[in-house]
């Protein structure tokens, strides 16, 4: 099979591999070439019809397309506006309740799970982030027997901000201390910043004193030194916790897409969607984020909200996040990158189509602020951009164990917890086999259905859980993003 139709109603089919002028597929006769994950009128459309993928409405067409031919940014726009107005129409998930599986994990104190046994160093400002990253590199001997690494994560931030901004960067932060992941933190602050340690105590909450220790650079008179002296003290703590059996239930998973092309929904996203059916199903909860990624699709997740209540929530969020666009002189539609359009993907709203795939059919339960974490077990809506480091920093930041991120271009990239990169296609996990962990463009290639795919992601996930390391994690990128909007002083 070299093209698809996704839906009845569509009025494109897609690519599904290279298609050549002058071939015959579904009974359509290719009137040009036609490269992978791009689209090709099923029937003649007038101008001003509207473009149909997904059973969705993507783009209008700007001139007559003749059945056969390339349907894309030459010959669609968007049809997306800064303000819509939205109904409840609540559609029930008919997912049912499946007995839960396990993973080998760590048990925190508070209840929680890990999945992964580190010490973190994290620097309240960017002033000390050479302090932070020194004092991780310094202490690589303290990886062992139940410690399995030491990171750093510096960042730009922390001083200079007001507002929204100055509560993000220590919401974010507070929020990456108090992680599972993360046997035992050392917080480093330097004195005079505005993000004081003082002041993120106060956003931290209660705290176990074992297992969190803060270093002020202005007050030591060797930090180098004093920091060493509390890391040692850290790894004793953190050494004590082992792998023991979890279930499921304990499970969060965040969930990303960047690097977007023609098969992202069909293949990658559509799979995870049913990897978070089935972690749903089994008692665990997934995140999905990108709220710009949304435009165009929100009707989708808005009639998948469990209550009225909900519903409002989504709303506001949707609206919130265009009033951002506006109050900075910016479209809401202008969103698809030049990769995404090299890969197929016309308008924001075929890309949100696609996008959205990632929630698949459970209803969703709640929906979080920036730097909030997860309080209710299913699918989380989670307030934040859809830039591809911030997003999931966002999402490590609201309790996922690991970021499930799809991608059709490809991105070595690799966030504060493990992130698995999926590929849309198979030539992308064969050529960068060193980036990709796992390959869904088998369903591209016809060798398994969306429901295996799902089914086979979700065991790796456990894997992953249970301590298999990323690609990324091998290759030791980690890095964090914290989401900025005002001014620097």
């Known amino acids: 099979m070299k093209t698809i139709k996704i839906h009845q109603e569509d009025n494109v089919i897609v690519a599904l591999q290279n298609v050549e002028k002058g071939e015959t597929l579904q009974e359509i006769y290719i009137l040009e070439p036609i490269k992978t994950g791009h689209k090709i009128a099923n029937k003649d459309i007038s101008q001003g019809e509207i473009i149909i993928k997904y059973g969705l409405p993507i783009g209008v067409s700007t001139k007559d397309i ?12 968007t049809r997306l506006e800064e303000e819509a107005i939205y109904t409840y129409n609540y559609k029930q998930s008919n997912l049912q309740k499946t007995n839960p599986k396990t993973f080998m994990g760590y048990k925190r104190k508070d209840g929680r799970a890990g999945i992964r046994n580190e010490i973190w160093v994290i620097p309240t400002v960017g002033c000390v982030n050479g302090v932070a990253t020194k004092l991780a590199q310094n202490h690589s001997h303290l990886v062992k027997e139940n410690i399995e690494g030491i990171y750093a994560y510096p960042h730009p931030f922390g001083c200079s901000q007001m507002g929204d901004d100055d509560k993000n960067t220590r919401r974010v932060l507070a929020s990456l201390v108090n992680h599972p992941n993360a046997g035992a933190v050392l917080v480093v602050g330097l004195g005079c910043e505005n993000n004081t340690i003082k002041l993120f105590k106060e956003a931290l909450g209660e705290w176990d004193e074992d297992r969190v220790k803060f270093l002020m650079c202005q007050e030591s008179e060797d930090e ?44 990658a996203n559509s799979v995870v969607g049913k990897f978070s059916d089935l972690l749903i199903s089994a008692g665990g909860s997934t995140i999905l984020t990108e709220v710009p990624e949304m435009f165009g699709a929100e009707n989708l997740l808005m009639d998948k909200c469990i209550n009225k209540e909900v519903f409002n929530k989504t709303v506001n969020m949707i609206n919130g996040f265009k009033d951002y666009f506006t109050n900075h002189g910016q ?3 202008e969103n698809p990158s030049p990769g995404n359009k090299e890969g197929g993907i016309s308008t924001l709203e075929d890309k949100s189509c696609g996008c959205v795939q990632k929630g698949g059919s459970a209803n969703i339960v709640d929906v979080i602020g920036y730097g909030e974490q997860v309080q209710l077990q299913g699918l989380t809506l989670l307030n934040g951009p859809g830039n591809d480091l911030v997003s999931s920093t966002a999402l490590a930041a609201a309790g996922a164990h690991l970021v499930l991120f799809t991608t059709g271009r490809g991105t070595p990239f690799g966030s ?37 795919g799902g089914e086979r992601l979700l065991e790796f996930v456990l894997e992953i859980a249970s301590g298999k390391h990323t690609k990324t994690e091998i290759s030791g990128y980690r890095e964090i993003s914290i989401f900025k909007d005002g001014v620097v002083l």
């Not at 493990?418 to 016809?446: C, M, Q, R, Y």
């Open 66 to 77: 003749k059945k056969g031919e390339w349907v894309h940014t030459h010959n669609i726009k």
């Open 224 to 267: 180098i030194e004093e920091g060493s002296e509390l890391l040692v003290q850290l790894a004793e703590y953190a050494n004590q916790f082992k792998r023991t059996s979890i279930s499921s239930e304990k499970l969060i998973v965040g969930m990303k897409c960047g690097g977007s092309d023609g098969l992202s929904g069909i293949t």
């Open 331 to 333: 479209v809401v539609y």
């Open 416 to 452: 504060a917890v493990p992130t698995v990169k999926i590929s849309s296609n198979t030539p992308l996990f064969e050529k960068h086999s060193k980036w990709i962990d796992f390959n869904a463009g088998t369903i591209a290639d016809n060798i398994e259905t969306i429901e295996q």
